[in-house]
């Protein structure tokens, strides 16, 4: 039972380039997120899948596209890097509202020059 | 926009003592939880406290919440240097996309 699972851990990119994001999580999870975390800063939420087949936007979604998969796995693209989107993303999962509690995976590092 | 807001920002005590962040919001909630960040790690959840509960216990853990006040604290008694990490107040203001929004952290430093 690995939880939530995030590649790559590492990543830098060129202004420009695009790349995939990618999670996924064994817990048989309904919702799925993905926040970015800057310094000093809590976690901003980027985009959300409240359930398999539904993504919505979140508090900063500019600049991303997300592709919920299937129940397991919701990846987060960056079409067109930006040196703002360097960050931290974490992303996370959740059963129900029941519940409410967040499992985080260990977070991609990105650097955008 | 953020909904919680931790303070102190940091946290500086000696091992053994006793650490107290505080976490004000500005909507109604239907919980609020509280987690952990080791440095470079990802966020680990702690406790959950509901709109209709003052106070919970886990452990060393003790969260209190104020609704009239908008305002929750979390206590750790008996620090320990491995609880030296960020903590993060998050809140669930219900609705059916389980959506969290999360303060800006309290930086804890626990002292051998």
């Known amino acids: 039972n690995a939880g939530v699972t995030q590649t790559p851990k590492f990543q830098v990119l060129k202004t420009g380039q695009s790349m995939t994001l990618q999670c996924a999580q064994d817990m048989n999870h309904n919702s799925m997120y993905w926040y970015r975390q800057d310094p000093g800063m809590g976690l901003r939420l980027i985009y959300y899948?409240?359930?398999?087949?539904?993504?919505d936007k979140g508090e900063v979604p500019n600049g991303y596209n997300v592709s919920r998969l299937n129940k397991r796995e919701f990846s987060l693209r960056l079409e067109s890097a930006a040196p703002s989107q360097t960050s931290v993303y974490f992303c996370a999962s959740s059963e129900a509202a029941a519940l409410g509690e967040q499992y985080f995976g260990p977070g991609t590092r990105l650097t955008v020059t | 926009s953020q909904q919680g807001e931790e303070d102190p920002q940091a946290l500086s005590i000696q091992e053994g003592e006793n650490a107290t962040m505080n976490c004000s919001y500005k909507?109604?909630?239907?919980?609020l939880q509280w987690y952990r960040q080791n440095s470079g790690r990802g966020l680990v959840h702690l406790i959950l406290i509901r709109s209709n509960e003052r106070e919970k216990h886990s452990g060393r853990l003790r969260v209190t919440l104020d609704t009239s006040k908008k305002s929750s604290s979390l206590l750790i008694t008996a620090s320990r240097a491995a609880d030296t990490a960020s903590y993060f107040c998050?809140?669930?203001?219900?609705?059916?996309?389980?959506?969290?929004?999360f303060g800006k952290g309290t930086l804890l430093t626990v002292n051998p």
């Open positions: 909507t109604s909630i239907n919980n």
């Open positions: 899948s409240a359930s398999e087949g539904t993504t």
């Open positions: 998050a809140t669930d203001s219900g609705g059916s996309n389980y959506k969290l929004t």
